[in-house]
Structure formats: structure tokens, C-alpha cells
């Protein structure tokens, strides 16, 4: 979520976008934020033919998912790599991309 948070905040502050933080949480802000992002793409993109704001929250539930199954994953990858290689785990680092379908209306994590 760190990374995405991150890529959330240079993408708002790009197009002259705020990121509102509240006082209930990080987790609740970065949701919150992200919808309010995917609406300004939908709004601002192809992706605005048909689709309403149901599909921006279709879309936060699929990148959560992919976010926490990358998550797993990359504990499952630095667990063994830091038993076969004797790495420290501080020197695996996981780097994230973002990609924006405006076809499908939904982020791609890889």
C-alpha cells in the first residue's frame, strides 16, 4: 500500500489534484483518495462511456486484491531468498508498477 500511496500522491499532484488526509486513518485515506482518483480518471478518460461510480469501486477492489496478492507473495519470495541466499531481508527491495486501462477502468499492478 506504501507504494501505491506514493504513486497516488505524485499522480494527484500531477493534475493539480489534492490528497485528503483525515484523522481516522491511513487506510481509510488512501481508499478514500483512490476513489476519488479513479473518478477523475473515469470522468477525464474513455473509461466515462457507461461506466458510473460503482465500477470506481470495482476497480479499488481489484487493485486491494492485487496489492495484497503481490504482498504474500513477495513475503513468500523474501523468505526464501534470504534462507537459500542468506540475504538480510532489509536488502530485498520489491518494486511496484502502475498501469491505467481506461478501456476496462481498472489498475494493473506488476
Known amino acids: ?6 504513486y497516488l500522491l505524485n499522480e ?3 493534475h493539480g489534484l489534492g490528497y485528503m488526509e ?4 491511513d487506510s481509510v485515506d488512501i ?3 483512490s476513489l476519488a482518483y479513479f473518478c477523475w ?7 466515462d ?15 486491494e486484491r492485487q496489492l495484497r496478492d503481490l504482498a504474500r ?3 513468500k519470495g523474501s523468505a526464501s531468498l534470504v534462507s537459500k541466499l542468506h540475504l538480510d ?3 530485498i527491495q520489491v518494486s511496484l508498477s502502475f498501469s491505467y486501462d481506461a478501456e476496462q477502468h481498472i489498475v494493473y499492478v506488476s
Open 89 to 91: 531481508e532489509r536488502q
Open 12 to 14: 494527484l499532484a500531477a
Open 22 to 25: 483525515t484523522d481516522v486513518g
Open 73 to 75: 507473495k513477495a513475503e
Open 41 to 47: 480518471l473515469r470522468t477525464t478518460s474513455r473509461a
Open 49 to 63: 462511456n457507461g461506466f458510473g461510480e460503482s465500477r470506481d469501486a470495482i476497480a479499488w477492489k481489484m487493485l
Open 1 to 6: 500500500m506504501r507504494q501505491w500511496k506514493a
Open 31 to 33: 481508499k478514500a483518495n
